[in-house]
């Protein structure tokens, strides 16, 4: 599982996202984790917001963004919160 489009959540769209701001694999993006690849897609791309955290946490979570945990998904917003 090389292909980051093989991850839940990663269409192409933010797979291009991602290779554009230097994450290249599946692999390279659990390593970095969801608020790097955030941070580095956001320097790129400022209009990505809180549903594209989301997604690449529930990516290296390997669960549907939308049913990630509370707990995580207010972290996840207090750390988007604060690029506003």
Same mark, same amino acid.
């Given at each position: 599982m090389n292909e =980051?489009?093989?991850l839940r959540n990663i269409g192409k769209e933010l797979e #291009?996202? =991602?290779k554009f701001a230097g994450i290249e694999t599946a692999e390279e993006l659990k390593r970095v984790g969801s608020q790097e690849a955030?941070?580095?897609i956001k320097s790129y791309y400022p209009n990505v917001c809180l549903v594209? =955290?989301?997604a690449l946490e529930g990516a290296v979570s390997d669960m549907e963004y939308n049913h990630l945990p509370d707990d995580v998904q207010k972290? =996840? #917003?207090e750390f988007?919160?604060?690029f506003k």
């Open positions: =980051l489009a093989s #291009k996202k =991602l955030f941070v580095r594209h =955290l989301m972290s =996840l #917003k988007s919160d604060g």
